[in-house]
C-alpha cells in the first residue's frame, strides 16, 4: 500500500473565499506566465542588443520552461513537510533576483542564466497557489477559488504581450524584466503581511526522500491523479502551442502588426474569463465531470474547426476556431485541476507539483512542435489542437471508466 494510500485525506481549514485571497492566488497563479510572455515583443530588440539571431531566443522560453518543470517536483513535498510560507517568500525572492539579473544582462547567455533562475523561483509561487486553495477549501469552494485562479494564469499571457509591447516602445526591452521584479516583490509583502501559513505542523508530512519518490511513483500509477492531470496537461500544452504559434500566424500569414497582435491576445482573455466564471456555476448544476468533459469536447472542435480553415487560412476563421478552443479550456482546467487534486489534500503541495511538472513539460512539447513540425504554422497548430484535445479526451473519459469500476 503507497503512502498516498495510508494517509486519510485531510480536511481543509475553514476560511471565507474573499476578494484579497482570491486576489494573491490570482497573482501567485499568475506571474510566471506574466514573465514569460511579457518579453515576447521584445524578441528583436533583444537580438540586436546582444547581437543573437532572433530565432534563438526561442531558448529564453525552453529554458524557463524546463527549469520551472523540474523545479516544482521539489517545492511541492518540501511545501508538505515544512509549510508553504517559507517557500513562497523565497521562492519569490529568487524570481526577483533571476529578474534583475535578465534586465541587467549584456550576453545571451547570462540572459538564459537569468530566465533560469526566474524559473525555478517562481515555480514555487504557481505550484503552492493550487496547494493553498486546496489548504483552505473543499468542493464547489475548491472548485471556484480554482476558477478565478486560472482565469487569471490564463490572462496573463493574453495580456502580457500588450503590456511588453507598451514597454518596449517606451523604456526598452530590460524595463519588462524591472516591472515582474516589481510585481515579484508586491506579492511578497502581500503575503508576507495578509496571509498565515495554511498548511499547519500538524497536517504536515513528515516524509523522506524515498517516500516523497514513492509517493510521486503511486501518484503516477492512481488512476484518480494521473487521468485527469493528463488531461488538463495536454490542453494546457495546446494553449502554449497557441502563444508559441499565433506571432507566425497573425503577423507573418495575415498581416497583422505587432500592436495587432497584443491587442488579439488581450481580447481572448474575455473568452477565458467568461468560461472560467461559468465553469463553477455550470460544474454546481450538471457536477464537475460533465462539464470537464464538454470543456474537453470544445477545444476538440476547435482544433477541428482550425484544421478545417488552415489551408485558406483568415482571421475570422482563425479567430473563431481559438476563441471554440479556449472556451473549453476555460472549462476544463480548474474542474479538472480540482477533481485531480480533491482526493490529496494531505499531500496537496506533492500532487500540485507532479500536476504544474505534466502541465510545463506538456508546454514545453506544443511549443517544440509548433517550430520543428515540417508543415506550416497553422498546420501545425491544428494538428497539436486537435491530436492533444483528442488524447485529453480519451484519457479523462478513461478516468471516469476506472471510478465506475471502482464503484461497481
Known amino acids: 500500500m503507497s503512502i498516498i494510500d495510508t494517509m486519510p485525506i485531510a480536511q481543509p481549514a475553514e476560511r471565507k473565499l474573499t476578494g484579497g485571497l482570491l486576489l494573491l492566488l490570482a497573482g501567485l497563479a499568475a506571474i510566471g ?27 529564453t522560453l525552453s529554458s524557463f520552461f524546463v527549469a520551472f518543470a523540474v523545479g516544482q517536483l521539489f517545492v511541492g513535498p518540501l511545501s508538505d513537510r515544512y509549510g508553504r510560507r517559507h517557500f513562497v517568500i523565497g521562492g519569490l525572492a529568487v524570481f526577483i533576483a533571476g529578474s534583475i539579473i535578465c534586465a541587467l544582462a549584456e ?31 473543499d468542493g464547489e469552494q475548491l472548485a471556484k477559488a480554482l476558477s478565478l485562479t486560472m482565469v487569471a494564469m490564463a490572462a496573463a499571457p493574453g495580456f ?35 496571509t498565515g501559513e495554511t498548511h499547519p505542523a ?37 494553449l502554449y502551442a497557441f502563444f508559441a504559434a499565433a506571432p507566425a500566424i497573425l503577423i507573418v500569414e495575415l498581416g497583422l502588426t505587432p500592436s495587432q497582435l497584443g491587442l488579439f491576445f488581450a481580447t481572448t482573455v474575455f473568452v477565458v474569463f467568461g468560461s472560467g466564471l461559468l465553469a463553477p456555476r455550470l460544474a454546481h448544476k450538471w457536477g464537475a465531470r460533465s462539464i470537464a468533459i464538454l470543456g474537453i469536447v470544445l477545444t476538440v472542435l476547435g482544433g477541428v474547426v482550425l484544421l478545417a480553415v488552415s489551408g485558406s487560412a483568415s482571421f475570422l476563421g482563425f479567430a473563431a476556431a481559438i476563441a471554440i478552443f479556449l472556451l473549453g479550456m476555460g472549462l476544463v482546467n480548474p474542474l479538472g485541476t480540482a477533481i485531480t487534486l480533491h ?5 496537496a503541495g506533492l500532487a500540485s507539483a507532479l500536476l504544474g511538472f505534466l502541465q510545463m513539460a506538456c508546454a514545453a512539447l506544443g511549443t517544440a512542435l509548433t517550430t520543428t513540425l515540417p508543415l506550416s504554422p497553422v498546420l501545425s497548430l491544428s494538428l497539436i489542437l486537435t491530436g492533444g484535445s483528442i488524447l485529453a479526451l480519451i484519457v479523462f473519459l478513461r478516468q471516469r471508466a476506472e471510478n465506475n469500476h471502482g464503484k461497481a
Not at 516583490?185 to 495578509?194: H, M, P, R, T
Open 343 to 347: 482526493p490529496f489534500g494531505q499531500k
Open 202 to 238: 500538524n497536517r504536515r508530512s513528515a516524509a523522506s526522500l524515498r517516500a516523497v519518490m514513492h509517493a510521486y511513483r503511486s501518484l503516477l500509477l492512481d488512476a484518480r491523479f494521473i487521468f485527469p492531470a493528463l488531461a488538463v496537461s495536454l490542453v494546457i500544452g495546446g
Open 107 to 137: 550576453t545571451f547567455p547570462i540572459l538564459i542564466a537569468g530566465r533560469i533562475v526566474q524559473a525555478l523561483g517562481v515555480c514555487a509561487a504557481s505550484v503552492l497557489s493550487r496547494a493553498i486553495a486546496r489548504d483552505l477549501f
Open 33 to 59: 506566465a506574466l514573465s514569460t510572455n511579457i518579453i515576447l515583443p521584445s524578441f528583436p530588440s533583444i537580438a540586436r542588443a546582444l547581437d543573437v539571431p532572433t530565432r534563438d531566443l526561442g531558448l
Open 160 to 194: 502580457s504581450p500588450l503590456l511588453g509591447s507598451a514597454l518596449d516602445t517606451q523604456f526598452g526591452w530590460r524595463s519588462a524584466f524591472v516591472v515582474v521584479a516589481a510585481l515579484g516583490a508586491a506579492l511578497v509583502l502581500y503575503y508576507a503581511f495578509g
